[in-house]
Protein backbone atom coordinates (compact mmCIF):
# COMPACT_ATOMS: atom_id res chain seq x y z
CA UNK A 1 0.00 0.00 0.00
CA UNK A 2 1.03 3.15 -1.11
CA UNK A 3 2.08 5.72 2.22
CA UNK A 4 1.29 9.53 2.10
CA UNK A 5 4.70 10.66 1.73
CA UNK A 6 5.43 8.08 -1.48
CA UNK A 7 2.17 9.42 -3.05
CA UNK A 8 3.53 12.76 -2.64
CA UNK A 9 7.05 11.89 -4.14
CA UNK A 10 5.68 10.29 -6.94
CA UNK A 11 2.77 13.01 -7.76
CA UNK A 12 5.97 15.52 -7.70
CA UNK A 13 7.56 13.60 -9.97
CA UNK A 14 4.92 13.45 -12.48
CA UNK A 15 4.35 17.03 -12.11
CA UNK A 16 8.04 18.13 -12.47
CA UNK A 17 8.23 16.06 -15.86
CA UNK A 18 4.92 17.67 -17.36
CA UNK A 19 6.10 21.44 -16.37
CA UNK A 20 8.94 20.12 -19.13
CA UNK A 21 6.19 21.06 -21.87
CA UNK A 22 8.51 18.50 -24.37
CA UNK A 23 11.29 16.38 -23.35
CA UNK A 24 14.54 14.39 -24.68
CA UNK A 25 17.31 11.80 -23.18
CA UNK A 26 15.36 8.41 -22.37
CA UNK A 27 16.49 6.13 -19.55
CA UNK A 28 18.77 2.96 -19.71
CA UNK A 29 17.75 0.64 -22.05
CA UNK A 30 19.16 -2.04 -23.88
CA UNK A 31 18.43 -3.06 -27.60
CA UNK A 32 15.73 -4.72 -28.20
CA UNK A 33 17.35 -7.94 -29.38
CA UNK A 34 19.42 -8.32 -26.22
CA UNK A 35 18.72 -11.95 -24.07
CA UNK A 36 16.09 -10.25 -21.11
CA UNK A 37 17.78 -10.42 -17.94
CA UNK A 38 21.79 -10.39 -19.54
CA UNK A 39 24.35 -7.54 -19.03
CA UNK A 40 25.14 -5.66 -22.45
CA UNK A 41 28.42 -4.58 -22.79
CA UNK A 42 29.81 -2.07 -25.57
CA UNK A 43 33.31 -0.64 -26.48
CA UNK A 44 33.78 3.52 -25.01
CA UNK A 45 33.67 6.00 -27.34
CA UNK A 46 36.99 7.50 -26.78
CA UNK A 47 38.98 7.89 -29.66
CA UNK A 48 42.85 8.26 -29.13
CA UNK A 49 45.00 11.37 -30.87
CA UNK A 50 46.98 10.57 -34.35
CA UNK A 51 50.22 9.18 -33.07
CA UNK A 52 48.75 7.49 -29.55
CA UNK A 53 49.18 4.41 -28.35
CA UNK A 54 47.20 2.89 -25.37
CA UNK A 55 48.02 -0.40 -23.16
CA UNK A 56 46.14 -1.80 -20.76
CA UNK A 57 46.66 -4.76 -18.41
CA UNK A 58 44.48 -6.10 -15.82
CA UNK A 59 43.11 -8.62 -13.36
CA UNK A 60 39.68 -9.00 -11.72
CA UNK A 61 38.24 -11.56 -9.27
CA UNK A 62 36.31 -12.17 -6.27
CA UNK A 63 36.23 -14.58 -3.45
CA UNK A 64 34.16 -17.03 -5.05
CA UNK A 65 36.21 -17.61 -8.56
CA UNK A 66 39.36 -17.38 -9.55
CA UNK A 67 41.27 -14.15 -11.07
CA UNK A 68 40.77 -13.31 -14.91
CA UNK A 69 43.48 -11.54 -16.65
CA UNK A 70 42.68 -8.70 -19.33
CA UNK A 71 45.27 -6.93 -22.05
CA UNK A 72 44.04 -4.32 -24.68
CA UNK A 73 46.42 -2.28 -26.68
CA UNK A 74 45.41 0.20 -29.05
CA UNK A 75 47.29 2.64 -31.47
CA UNK A 76 46.43 5.27 -34.12
CA UNK A 77 48.98 6.91 -36.83
CA UNK A 78 48.07 8.80 -39.47
CA UNK A 79 47.27 5.56 -42.44
CA UNK A 80 47.31 3.05 -39.91
CA UNK A 81 45.42 2.17 -36.22
CA UNK A 82 44.52 -1.51 -34.52
CA UNK A 83 42.93 -2.41 -31.62
CA UNK A 84 43.48 -5.96 -29.84
CA UNK A 85 41.54 -7.65 -26.47
CA UNK A 86 42.54 -10.73 -24.97
CA UNK A 87 40.87 -12.12 -21.79
CA UNK A 88 38.45 -15.04 -20.79
CA UNK A 89 35.03 -14.60 -21.48
CA UNK A 90 35.16 -11.07 -22.25
CA UNK A 91 32.20 -9.87 -24.51
CA UNK A 92 34.47 -6.99 -26.34
CA UNK A 93 37.77 -10.19 -27.00
CA UNK A 94 38.76 -9.72 -30.43
CA UNK A 95 40.69 -7.30 -32.91
CA UNK A 96 40.83 -5.32 -35.83
CA UNK A 97 43.67 -3.88 -38.13
CA UNK A 98 42.18 -0.16 -39.81
CA UNK A 99 44.61 0.63 -43.08
CA UNK A 100 43.31 4.33 -44.43
CA UNK A 101 44.19 6.85 -46.87
CA UNK A 102 42.69 9.91 -48.11
CA UNK A 103 40.07 8.04 -50.51
CA UNK A 104 40.59 4.17 -49.46
CA UNK A 105 40.37 2.53 -46.10
CA UNK A 106 40.19 -1.34 -45.48
CA UNK A 107 39.24 -3.07 -42.05
CA UNK A 108 40.65 -6.85 -40.98
CA UNK A 109 38.73 -8.56 -37.72
CA UNK A 110 36.24 -7.24 -36.40
CA UNK A 111 33.56 -5.49 -38.30
CA UNK A 112 30.64 -2.76 -37.71
CA UNK A 113 29.99 -1.67 -40.89
CA UNK A 114 26.74 0.70 -41.98
CA UNK A 115 25.07 0.64 -45.07
CA UNK A 116 22.74 3.74 -45.23
CA UNK A 117 20.03 3.52 -42.12
CA UNK A 118 21.43 0.05 -41.61
CA UNK A 119 18.21 -1.65 -42.85
CA UNK A 120 20.24 -4.62 -44.79
CA UNK A 121 24.11 -4.11 -43.19
CA UNK A 122 24.32 -2.79 -39.47
CA UNK A 123 21.26 -3.15 -37.53
CA UNK A 124 18.82 0.09 -37.52
CA UNK A 125 17.67 1.60 -34.46
CA UNK A 126 14.88 1.08 -32.27
CA UNK A 127 12.21 3.68 -33.47
CA UNK A 128 11.66 4.25 -29.08
CA UNK A 129 15.08 5.74 -28.72
CA UNK A 130 15.78 9.03 -29.46
CA UNK A 131 19.61 8.19 -29.90
CA UNK A 132 18.31 5.99 -32.92
CA UNK A 133 16.76 9.38 -34.29
CA UNK A 134 20.41 10.62 -35.98
CA UNK A 135 21.65 10.37 -39.47
CA UNK A 136 24.61 8.16 -37.37
CA UNK A 137 22.25 5.81 -35.63
CA UNK A 138 22.97 5.55 -32.61
CA UNK A 139 25.42 3.13 -30.38
CA UNK A 140 25.92 -0.11 -32.00
CA UNK A 141 27.57 -3.45 -31.10
CA UNK A 142 29.69 -5.35 -33.35
CA UNK A 143 28.13 -6.93 -36.40
CA UNK A 144 30.76 -9.71 -37.35
CA UNK A 145 34.54 -10.37 -38.27
CA UNK A 146 36.32 -10.74 -41.23
CA UNK A 147 37.28 -8.31 -44.16
CA UNK A 148 36.27 -4.58 -45.61
CA UNK A 149 37.98 -3.18 -48.55
CA UNK A 150 36.33 0.68 -49.56
CA UNK A 151 37.96 2.69 -52.57
CA UNK A 152 36.76 6.13 -53.63
CA UNK A 153 35.25 9.15 -52.10
CA UNK A 154 32.37 10.54 -54.61
CA UNK A 155 32.27 7.01 -56.37
CA UNK A 156 32.43 4.85 -53.60
CA UNK A 157 33.14 0.98 -54.31
CA UNK A 158 32.86 -1.15 -50.97
CA UNK A 159 33.39 -4.65 -50.61
CA UNK A 160 32.73 -7.28 -47.52
CA UNK A 161 32.93 -10.50 -46.33
CA UNK A 162 33.03 -12.18 -43.15
CA UNK A 163 30.84 -14.06 -40.83
CA UNK A 164 27.83 -12.32 -39.45
CA UNK A 165 25.07 -13.85 -37.06
CA UNK A 166 27.00 -17.42 -37.65
CA UNK A 167 26.37 -17.09 -41.45
CA UNK A 168 29.36 -16.33 -44.06
CA UNK A 169 27.96 -13.56 -46.08
CA UNK A 170 29.91 -10.91 -48.94
CA UNK A 171 28.90 -8.65 -51.09
CA UNK A 172 29.88 -5.35 -52.96
CA UNK A 173 28.63 -1.20 -52.65
CA UNK A 174 28.58 0.83 -55.26
CA UNK A 175 27.53 4.42 -54.75
CA UNK A 176 28.50 7.92 -56.18
CA UNK A 177 26.85 11.17 -54.87
CA UNK A 178 24.41 10.65 -52.66
CA UNK A 179 23.26 7.35 -54.02
CA UNK A 180 24.19 3.89 -53.03
CA UNK A 181 23.33 0.28 -54.02
CA UNK A 182 24.39 -3.33 -51.98
CA UNK A 183 24.05 -6.41 -52.48
CA UNK A 184 24.42 -9.32 -49.78
CA UNK A 185 24.85 -12.61 -50.81
CA UNK A 186 25.52 -16.23 -48.25
CA UNK A 187 25.54 -19.71 -49.07
CA UNK A 188 22.98 -21.11 -50.97
CA UNK A 189 20.10 -18.93 -52.26
CA UNK A 190 20.29 -16.45 -49.53
CA UNK A 191 20.50 -12.87 -51.41
CA UNK A 192 19.30 -9.97 -50.24
CA UNK A 193 19.68 -5.53 -51.88
CA UNK A 194 19.33 -2.43 -50.50
CA UNK A 195 19.16 1.11 -52.12
CA UNK A 196 20.15 4.17 -49.94
CA UNK A 197 19.32 7.80 -50.88
CA UNK A 198 21.41 10.91 -48.65
CA UNK A 199 20.92 14.15 -49.19
CA UNK A 200 21.91 17.01 -46.87
CA UNK A 201 20.08 16.13 -43.34
CA UNK A 202 17.68 13.23 -44.90
CA UNK A 203 18.49 9.68 -45.53
CA UNK A 204 16.54 6.67 -47.22
CA UNK A 205 17.19 3.05 -47.41
CA UNK A 206 15.20 0.23 -48.94
CA UNK A 207 16.13 -3.12 -48.78
CA UNK A 208 14.51 -6.38 -50.50
CA UNK A 209 15.05 -10.13 -50.40
CA UNK A 210 14.90 -12.90 -52.68
CA UNK A 211 11.46 -14.24 -51.56
CA UNK A 212 9.86 -10.70 -51.41
CA UNK A 213 10.16 -9.42 -48.11
CA UNK A 214 11.06 -5.79 -47.67
CA UNK A 215 11.71 -2.89 -45.82
CA UNK A 216 12.21 0.75 -46.10
CA UNK A 217 13.28 3.47 -43.83
CA UNK A 218 13.45 7.46 -43.91
CA UNK A 219 15.12 10.67 -41.29
CA UNK A 220 14.81 13.85 -42.16
CA UNK A 221 15.84 16.34 -40.11
CA UNK A 222 15.28 20.01 -39.74
CA UNK A 223 15.81 22.99 -37.84
CA UNK A 224 12.59 25.14 -36.55
CA UNK A 225 14.22 28.37 -35.39
CA UNK A 226 15.87 27.48 -32.20
CA UNK A 227 14.67 24.24 -32.44
CA UNK A 228 15.10 20.99 -33.96
CA UNK A 229 12.73 18.59 -35.32
CA UNK A 230 13.22 14.80 -36.36
CA UNK A 231 11.20 12.66 -38.58
CA UNK A 232 11.53 9.07 -38.49
CA UNK A 233 9.02 6.46 -40.70
CA UNK A 234 9.21 2.64 -41.30
CA UNK A 235 7.39 0.04 -43.88
CA UNK A 236 7.74 -3.42 -45.17
CA UNK A 237 6.64 -6.98 -44.54
CA UNK A 238 6.80 -8.46 -41.28
CA UNK A 239 8.91 -11.68 -42.39
CA UNK A 240 11.95 -9.27 -43.43
CA UNK A 241 15.10 -10.32 -41.57
CA UNK A 242 18.64 -8.86 -42.52
CA UNK A 243 20.79 -11.80 -42.57
CA UNK A 244 23.53 -10.01 -41.03
CA UNK A 245 21.18 -8.75 -38.25
CA UNK A 246 18.14 -11.38 -37.92
CA UNK A 247 17.65 -10.72 -34.30
CA UNK A 248 17.68 -6.87 -34.68
CA UNK A 249 15.32 -5.55 -37.34
CA UNK A 250 12.69 -4.50 -34.84
CA UNK A 251 8.54 -3.67 -35.97
CA UNK A 252 8.09 -3.56 -39.26
CA UNK A 253 6.19 -0.03 -39.44
CA UNK A 254 7.12 2.83 -37.66
CA UNK A 255 6.61 6.34 -37.31
CA UNK A 256 8.60 8.88 -34.75
CA UNK A 257 8.91 12.55 -34.01
CA UNK A 258 11.47 14.20 -31.78
CA UNK A 259 12.35 17.91 -31.11
CA UNK A 260 14.89 20.13 -29.14
CA UNK A 261 14.93 22.79 -28.23
CA UNK A 262 15.94 25.66 -25.46
CA UNK A 263 12.77 27.29 -22.55
CA UNK A 264 12.96 29.00 -20.12
CA UNK A 265 12.89 26.01 -17.79
CA UNK A 266 16.13 24.58 -19.71
CA UNK A 267 16.88 22.33 -22.73
CA UNK A 268 13.86 20.52 -23.63
CA UNK A 269 13.03 18.09 -25.76
CA UNK A 270 10.53 15.59 -26.70
CA UNK A 271 10.02 11.89 -28.34
CA UNK A 272 6.63 10.76 -29.77
CA UNK A 273 6.52 7.09 -31.38
CA UNK A 274 4.66 4.48 -32.42
CA UNK A 275 5.32 0.82 -33.90
CA UNK A 276 3.88 -2.14 -35.37
CA UNK A 277 5.12 -5.74 -36.31
CA UNK A 278 2.46 -7.80 -37.12
CA UNK A 279 -1.28 -7.81 -36.17
CA UNK A 280 -1.83 -8.04 -32.29
CA UNK A 281 1.77 -6.63 -31.88
CA UNK A 282 2.22 -2.89 -31.48
CA UNK A 283 3.30 -0.77 -28.90
CA UNK A 284 3.36 3.67 -28.77
CA UNK A 285 5.82 5.61 -26.55
CA UNK A 286 5.31 9.47 -25.52
CA UNK A 287 8.76 10.70 -23.46
CA UNK A 288 9.81 14.41 -22.03
CA UNK A 289 12.69 15.44 -20.18
CA UNK A 290 14.02 18.93 -19.11
CA UNK A 291 17.48 19.86 -18.54
CA UNK A 292 18.02 22.96 -16.18
CA UNK A 293 21.64 24.07 -15.44
CA UNK A 294 22.06 25.20 -11.85
CA UNK A 295 24.78 27.59 -11.78
CA UNK A 296 28.29 27.00 -12.95
CA UNK A 297 28.53 23.25 -12.42
CA UNK A 298 25.23 22.01 -11.53
CA UNK A 299 22.24 21.04 -12.95
CA UNK A 300 19.08 19.11 -12.52
CA UNK A 301 17.17 16.70 -14.38
CA UNK A 302 13.31 15.69 -14.32
CA UNK A 303 11.60 13.88 -17.34
CA UNK A 304 8.19 11.58 -17.91
CA UNK A 305 7.41 9.30 -20.15
CA UNK A 306 4.39 6.85 -20.83
CA UNK A 307 4.85 3.25 -22.94
CA UNK A 308 1.99 0.78 -24.36
CA UNK A 309 2.49 -2.45 -25.90
CA UNK A 310 5.73 -4.75 -26.71
CA UNK A 311 9.05 -3.67 -27.81
CA UNK A 312 9.34 -7.32 -28.93
CA UNK A 313 8.05 -9.89 -31.20
CA UNK A 314 7.84 -12.64 -28.83
CA UNK A 315 4.85 -14.46 -27.44
CA UNK A 316 6.69 -13.55 -23.52
CA UNK A 317 7.11 -9.96 -24.49
CA UNK A 318 5.19 -7.84 -22.21
CA UNK A 319 2.74 -5.91 -23.16
CA UNK A 320 1.43 -3.57 -20.35
CA UNK A 321 1.02 -0.34 -19.56
CA UNK A 322 4.28 1.66 -18.21
CA UNK A 323 5.05 4.72 -16.87
CA UNK A 324 8.11 6.04 -15.50
CA UNK A 325 9.14 9.55 -13.52
CA UNK A 326 12.68 10.44 -13.03
CA UNK A 327 14.64 13.43 -10.86
CA UNK A 328 18.17 14.18 -11.31
CA UNK A 329 20.38 16.72 -9.60
CA UNK A 330 24.23 17.50 -10.03
CA UNK A 331 26.37 19.98 -8.74
CA UNK A 332 29.40 21.08 -6.33
CA UNK A 333 32.86 22.33 -7.35
CA UNK A 334 35.97 20.94 -7.89
CA UNK A 335 37.68 18.92 -5.46
CA UNK A 336 34.19 17.38 -4.67
CA UNK A 337 31.15 16.89 -7.14
CA UNK A 338 27.71 14.86 -5.95
CA UNK A 339 25.26 13.42 -7.90
CA UNK A 340 21.80 11.99 -6.95
CA UNK A 341 18.95 10.32 -9.44
CA UNK A 342 15.72 8.46 -8.79
CA UNK A 343 13.68 6.78 -11.22
CA UNK A 344 10.21 5.01 -11.22
CA UNK A 345 8.02 2.63 -13.17
CA UNK A 346 4.37 1.74 -12.77
CA UNK A 347 2.08 -0.57 -14.15
CA UNK A 348 -0.50 1.91 -13.85
CA UNK A 349 -1.35 5.84 -14.09
CA UNK A 350 0.20 8.51 -11.77
CA UNK A 351 2.82 6.18 -11.14
CA UNK A 352 0.90 3.59 -8.87
CA UNK A 353 1.88 0.39 -8.73
CA UNK A 354 5.42 0.50 -8.52
CA UNK A 355 7.05 -2.17 -10.65
CA UNK A 356 10.71 -1.07 -11.12
CA UNK A 357 12.51 1.59 -9.22
CA UNK A 358 16.20 2.64 -8.38
CA UNK A 359 18.04 5.24 -6.46
CA UNK A 360 21.54 5.71 -7.33
CA UNK A 361 23.97 8.90 -5.66
CA UNK A 362 27.44 9.63 -6.70
CA UNK A 363 30.45 11.57 -5.27
CA UNK A 364 33.71 12.03 -7.27
CA UNK A 365 36.53 13.59 -5.22
CA UNK A 366 40.08 14.61 -6.39
CA UNK A 367 42.78 14.56 -3.95
CA UNK A 368 46.52 15.60 -3.78
CA UNK A 369 48.99 14.27 -6.16
CA UNK A 370 46.86 13.50 -9.39
CA UNK A 371 44.44 10.89 -7.18
CA UNK A 372 40.65 10.48 -8.22
CA UNK A 373 38.25 8.73 -5.96
CA UNK A 374 34.75 7.68 -7.08
CA UNK A 375 32.29 6.27 -4.77
CA UNK A 376 28.99 5.15 -6.31
CA UNK A 377 25.81 3.70 -4.80
CA UNK A 378 22.44 2.65 -5.90
CA UNK A 379 19.41 0.73 -4.69
CA UNK A 380 17.29 -0.79 -6.64
CA UNK A 381 13.63 -2.92 -6.59
CA UNK A 382 11.71 -4.92 -9.22
CA UNK A 383 8.56 -7.05 -9.24
CA UNK A 384 8.92 -10.74 -10.09
CA UNK A 385 9.56 -11.12 -14.17
CA UNK A 386 10.91 -6.96 -14.16
CA UNK A 387 13.96 -6.52 -14.58
CA UNK A 388 16.16 -2.91 -14.89
CA UNK A 389 19.61 -1.83 -16.58
CA UNK A 390 22.28 0.24 -14.72
CA UNK A 391 24.93 1.94 -17.10
CA UNK A 392 28.40 1.55 -15.31
CA UNK A 393 31.73 2.56 -16.71
CA UNK A 394 34.58 1.53 -17.19
CA UNK A 395 38.17 1.82 -18.57
CA UNK A 396 37.43 0.94 -21.99
CA UNK A 397 33.72 0.23 -21.93
CA UNK A 398 30.14 0.82 -20.70
CA UNK A 399 28.03 -2.10 -19.49
CA UNK A 400 24.10 -1.94 -18.95
CA UNK A 401 23.82 -4.28 -15.93
CA UNK A 402 20.79 -6.38 -15.49
CA UNK A 403 19.42 -6.25 -12.21
CA UNK A 404 16.41 -7.81 -10.82
CA UNK A 405 14.84 -8.28 -7.37
CA UNK A 406 15.61 -6.03 -4.42
CA UNK A 407 19.28 -5.26 -3.45
CA UNK A 408 21.88 -2.61 -3.43
CA UNK A 409 25.04 -2.01 -5.21
CA UNK A 410 28.21 -0.01 -4.21
CA UNK A 411 31.59 1.12 -5.80
CA UNK A 412 34.75 2.39 -4.78
CA UNK A 413 37.54 3.63 -7.81
CA UNK A 414 40.77 5.06 -7.32
CA UNK A 415 42.63 6.47 -9.81
CA UNK A 416 46.45 6.86 -9.18
CA UNK A 417 48.77 8.19 -11.65
CA UNK A 418 51.53 5.86 -12.34
CA UNK A 419 54.90 7.90 -13.74
CA UNK A 420 54.56 10.34 -16.65
CA UNK A 421 51.58 8.81 -18.77
CA UNK A 422 50.26 5.52 -16.95
CA UNK A 423 47.75 5.46 -14.21
CA UNK A 424 46.77 2.58 -11.70
CA UNK A 425 43.00 2.28 -11.34
CA UNK A 426 41.54 -0.38 -8.44
CA UNK A 427 38.04 -0.83 -8.40
CA UNK A 428 36.12 -2.77 -5.33
CA UNK A 429 32.43 -3.62 -5.57
CA UNK A 430 29.79 -4.88 -3.28
CA UNK A 431 26.48 -5.98 -3.98
CA UNK A 432 23.68 -7.66 -2.04
CA UNK A 433 20.33 -8.93 -3.89
CA UNK A 434 17.35 -10.75 -2.04
CA UNK A 435 18.88 -9.82 2.01
CA UNK A 436 21.82 -12.16 0.67
CA UNK A 437 25.15 -10.15 0.01
CA UNK A 438 27.23 -11.77 -2.90
CA UNK A 439 31.45 -12.07 -2.78
CA UNK A 440 33.13 -8.92 -2.96
CA UNK A 441 34.59 -7.96 -6.75
CA UNK A 442 37.37 -6.34 -7.22
CA UNK A 443 40.01 -5.09 -10.31
CA UNK A 444 43.19 -3.77 -10.70
CA UNK A 445 44.18 -2.25 -13.99
CA UNK A 446 47.73 -0.51 -15.22
CA UNK A 447 46.64 1.89 -18.19
CA UNK A 448 49.74 3.97 -20.05
CA UNK A 449 48.39 6.44 -23.28
CA UNK A 450 51.95 7.74 -24.84
CA UNK A 451 52.75 9.53 -28.10
CA UNK A 452 56.19 9.95 -29.56
CA UNK A 453 57.82 12.75 -28.95
CA UNK A 454 58.59 15.80 -31.28
CA UNK A 455 61.66 15.43 -33.00
CA UNK A 456 62.55 12.15 -31.70
CA UNK A 457 63.91 9.25 -33.62
CA UNK A 458 63.51 5.49 -34.24
CA UNK A 459 66.11 4.02 -31.39
CA UNK A 460 68.45 2.61 -34.00
CA UNK A 461 69.04 -1.30 -34.09
CA UNK A 462 72.49 -3.06 -32.35
Same mark, same amino acid.
Given at each position: M ?15 ? $??A???R ?10 P ?9 N?? $? ?7 G ?12 ? *??R?R? #? ?9 E??? #??L ?10 ? #???V ?12 ? $?G?? +? ?14 ? +????E ?5 R ?18 A ?15 ? *? ?12 ? =???V?A %?? #? ?13 P???W ?13 R??A??? /???? %? ?6 L??P ?5 V?A??S???F ?16 LG ?5 V????? !? ?40 ? =? ?11 AR???? =???G?E?? $? ?14 ? %? ?15 ? !? ?10 ? *? ?7 V ?13 W??E ?7 ? /?????P???
Open positions: TTPPDRVWQVATVLLG $LLSIAAEPVEPPAGAEGEDVTYEADS $LAAGEVELLGIEGSASRKPQH *RRVF #DEPDFAGALRGRG #DPSGGEVVGRTAN #DRFLGKLSPRWGRGVL $LAP +GEPWQRAAQTLDGGRR +GRAGGLLVSGSRRRLELVAGRFARRDLGPRAGMGGVSWGVLAG *RGKDLQSSVAVRRD =AGEE %AL #DRGGAWRAEGLLERLGASATGGVRAGTAPFSLEPT /RQGP %ARALTLAVGTHAGESLATWRHAGRSGARVAIECRRPENGRIFGFEE !QHGVRKDALSANGALRQGGWLEWSGGDAPLTLGVRHETWSAS =AWLEDVVRSVTSIDAR =APLIVT $LAHAIYRTRRGESLYL %AESESDRLVLRALSGEG !QRSKLELLVPAG *RRGRVRGTLVSSASGVARAPQTIWIRRSRPE /RGSSPRSS
